[in-house]
Every structure is written in structure tokens, then in C-alpha cells.
């Protein structure tokens, strides 16, 4: 039998102790019963210039689910949420965040901190929607607390596609601001949203961010051209005529650019697929045709004046320059080209069920 050797283990001792050290085991471990995972995030600013955060949380209770909502204020946005997670018996998670409502005054201060530090921290997810909130934001979140309607992702469910969604609603996320706020030639729209009367949520049209401050509003009706642009699907809007009522059932959109002595032009058809629901009198398809290429085609073009009066392009026509312009002189896209851009649009109305209406 050989004798025992210490002098031989000596190095492999000295291995085994160094991965050891190595591991880092799961000792900052928290349990999901001591983690609260709130699902909307609210954002204002004192007059202080402090932030004040709410935070709104599900709560299982026995076979329902109840919301509670939190506050805190601090130098940071981060410090808020620390404060709130201080005074809590459970540790505050925004992993789960899915709604960032951001009050209007403080987005018509700018939102570029708020943003670049969501992007720097991680804490929260690049696809979350966002959101301004047209009201005093202790006044919306009070209102909620106080609605028998709410929910825990009842907020969530209303930008949801397969729940309330419609095409009226931006759906516009954090990365995209932030996109925007670092683009030449794109901007966003994000949904202005109060408490309804007799429904939990109202929207009353879309803020318009320009390098990520609101600088102008837009309705829901325009906003559903602000989808169309955005590849958003219009399925299901209803367009009420002198006539009849419509429903569009299907988009899809054709640009031909050009550039005219500095000065862009740009022939856009739209198409629609519609279907009719009600009709008032002899109405017939050519007649509903004109109407509803009418009412568009004028709701576009008080848009875009508007839009180009704001220099905010949040329907990225710019996109469509990029390679006709000089790239020094594309930072001036807002400033110099985009008022002066020349637009003619056409809708191609297709009636999905002409039935009994005249063809004439």
C-alpha cells in the first residue's frame, strides 16, 4: 500500500477552492411570493423637477384579481421606485411592466431622460407601450383605485389586439421612442388616454413627439392614418358617410418619390377593401366610393399641414428620401424638406359587397 501523499493533493485542493469562489450560487435569490410585479408604471414631475411614480399591481385574492395602487417620490425614477420598494414587505420587480403612462405636462417638457434611462437600465422592456396620460395623473390613478372595473391587466388588455384594441389606438413602444428621438427622419405618435365616464379608459387622440417632446396633437381619426403609414392593420374601423357606413376590412399603400429642385414629391395610393354595413336611400357603390375617397383624402391633407406646420414627421415620410438626399444634408430633413414636401395621395376603394347597391 503506497503511503499517503499530502504534497500531491496540494493542487488540486487549491483548484476545487478556487472554482468554488468562482460560484456564485443563488444567494441573491428573492422567492416569487416575495416580489411584487406591477403591470403600469406612471410618470409626472413636481414643480421641484422630482418624479413621482405609480405603480399599479395585481393582487391575487382567493378566485379574483385586485389592483393596488402605490406612489412614491424621488430624485430619480429609480429612487422612486426604491422608496416605494422601502416602505413594502415584498421587493418591487418592473421585469413585468407592460404600460408606461407618462403625464402630458411632463412629455411636453421633453421625455429624452425618462427614455434613455429605461434603455440604460433594462430594468424594463424595450416592447413595453407607453403611453400620456391627458389628465393629472393623482386625479387618474385615484379615479382608477376607485373603479369596481379594474382589473389587474386591464390596461394591458386595452392596447391588446386580440382584447380591445383598435385602429384608432397608437400602439407605439419605448425602443421606438427612442429610435425616434436618435432618427433624422422619423417621429412617433403615442395615445393620449383619460378615464371615461362610463368606460375605464378613454382616448382622446394621439401626442405628437418630435425628438421626444409633444409638440402637437392629433385625433383618433387621423391616427388611423398614422397606423396605415405604420404598416398597423385598419381592420375593423368604421368610416360613418352621408350615405352609408363602412367598415374597412383591409390596407396595403404604394409611394412613388421624387425630388423637384431640393423640393420632394410624393404620389401615394392607398388601398382599401371595405365592407358596406348601412345605406340611407338610392345609394350606390360609385357614390360611397367618392365619399369615403372624399372624407379620407381631406382628413389626410389637414393632417399633413399640420404636421409639416410642427416639422414632425410621424408618419416617416423621410424614410422614403434617405437615398435622395445627401447625408449631411439629411439632419435637416424636419427643418428644410419636410415643409416643403409635395404630397399628392389617391384612395382605391374596393367594395367587398356591392350586393344590391347600384353600380352607378
Known sequence: ?????????????????????????????????????????????????????????????QESMEVKIVSGTGETISHAVDVISRNMETSVDLL?????????????????????????????????????CDQDMDEFFSTLSESKELHGTNMFDYF???????????????????????????????????????????????????????????????TLLFNAFNNESTHGQIEVLNHASVMIIGNSMDHQTGMTDKQPVLQSRINLKVVVLETRGKTSSAMIKKELSHLLSSRFSSMLAKLQESEADILGLGQLYRTKIDRKELKDWRSIYYPNLKSDIQFQIDIQNEGYLRTT
Not at 24 to 46: A, E, F, M, Y
Open 1 to 61: 500500500m503506497k503511503p499517503f501523499n499530502v504534497k500531491s493533493k496540494v493542487p488540486i485542493t487549491v483548484c476545487l477552492l478556487l472554482a468554488m469562489m468562482t460560484l456564485t450560487g443563488c444567494w441573491d435569490i428573492r422567492d416569487i411570493n416575495h416580489r411584487t410585479l406591477p403591470v403600469v408604471l406612471g410618470i409626472t414631475t413636481d414643480e421641484d423637477g422630482k418624479y413621482k411614480v405609480f405603480l399599479k399591481i395585481p393582487e391575487p385574492v
Open 160 to 222: 391588446e389586439k386580440n382584447a380591445g384594441w383598435n385602429p384608432e389606438i397608437a400602439l407605439t413602444r419605448i425602443w421606438e421612442v427612442y429610435r425616434s428621438i436618435h432618427s433624422y427622419t422619423r417621429d412617433v405618435a403615442i395615445p393620449l388616454i383619460v378615464t371615461g365616464e362610463t368606460t375605464t379608459y378613454k382616448q382622446v387622440g394621439s401626442a405628437v413627439i418630435k425628438n421626444g417632446k409633444m409638440v402637437d396633437q392629433i385625433s383618433n381619426d387621423e
Open 96 to 132: 413585468h411592466v407592460k404600460v408606461i403612462m407618462i403625464e402630458r405636462k411632463t412629455a411636453e417638457e421633453g421625455m429624452k431622460d425618462i427614455i434613455a434611462g429605461f434603455m440604460r437600465s433594462r430594468e424594463v422592456s424595450p416592447k413595453v407601450l407607453i403611453a400620456i
